[in-house]
DNA sequence: TCTGGGGTCCTAGGACCC
DNA sequence: TCTGGGGTCCTAGGACCC
């Protein structure tokens, strides 16, 4: 009948992460407001430590806001490398628990630890575990819900940060869920949250009282999930392995422009990108779109799907250029950005005309060159070397080193 | 001095095919 | 001799998450 473990599933959530990295990493930052962001004109806050939360900085806030609310905010570029080192080390310490584990962002896992009481004791016991195994090899710390599933598990993670442990015993959902503002339900963004409250709705156990279909009318499918959500079900299983699904790599300009040389030089550093993200992970694009952010804020996509899968950054330069030159440029932007979708693995087979043309050619050699560049990138640096294109501009590689 | 960058999923309309 | 109806692909945009 019941499950011999009813609390299987746990959900891990590091506090603080980028931000308790650098802290960890520089031990003049700890016990100081500090924040990872870009200290740009448009750069906002990536992670704030709890120093800094107090002040009421909080990370999607612009730097220059935060800076405005704490006079001793110290600002920390982004290094990515360390952290995502950092993730990897905390997944491998889960996958010694479990072998189901299920990351979810780079600070972030659910695991499903049904089964693994005899080897680390109950589920309780195995988050202390994790808890203090993290703690003890990488100085960090993280919270960690317990409960039925997964959507109770995350919910439970973020109720006594830092440093928490949250366990929903079966009995207590239903209080929980009547209590649980509808805003922390993950899913409940500002747009259905504004739909919910005109519907007199705060918490999520009121969306029980709310009939089905007027529920699905007013949300879509959504509603369905709500309503599910609502009585504590979630039945979504942890999934230890997902494909990517689209790779993408975008630019805020410091200063809006309309500017088409200047516009295709950051094209062709986030071509390069793009394909040297495809070719890590093993696969090919057919669709290119191109993002674009006019001053309004406002976002605009194009896109194209190509007759054949592509990797190399020559092919994804061409189309989104194609695309920016297609709508035609009418005002100055504050973004720009090129995703590839519509991934294919490399081992699916390539659709191949009947003779191998000039363009498939020229495919493979943009590629191996695309290798080349890659390979001196990762031994020398990224500013170390870059298309010929991109140098007589003002874009990103052109930029004048600071001293 | 408004609002990053990297993702996922959903919706809706049009084209096209059988 | 007005308007079928699914299924799939493509495109654009929106909401949401970390």
Redesign the pocket.
Known sequence: MASPTLLHILHI?MDA?FASVEQLDNPALRGQCVIV??DS????V?AASYEARRFGIH??M?V?QA?KKCAQLIIVPPRRRRYAELSGRVMDILGKYSPLVEP?????AYMDVEGCDRLHGPPVIIAKSIKSTILRELGLTCSIGVASNKFLA?VAS?MNKPDGLTLIEPEKVNAFIDNLPIAK?????????RILSAMGISFLGQVRRFPLPLLVGKL???GNRLADLSNGHDDSVVSPC???????????FEADTADRTLIASYLLAQAQ?VAS?LHRNDVRA??I?LKT?TS??????????LPEAVQDSTAIYEAALE?LDQ?GLKGPI??V?I?A??LQTVRQPVQCGLFPDEREARQGKWEKIDRVVDAIAGRFGSDQIARAGLHHTDGPFGRKKKK
Do not use: M, W
């Open positions: 959530d992460f962001g870009a004109r448009r750069g906002v990536a990370s999607a612009p220059y800076k979810v962002s780079i600070d972030e995350k973020d339900v993950p899913g409940v963004g500002p747009q259905a949250c879509g499918r959504f997902h494909d990517v699904k689209s790779v993408s790599n975008e630019t805020t990108s993200t057919r669709t779109p952010r309004d804020f406002q976002r605009h996509t194009r896109s194209r799907t695309l709508g504050r973004l950005g995703a979708g519509n």
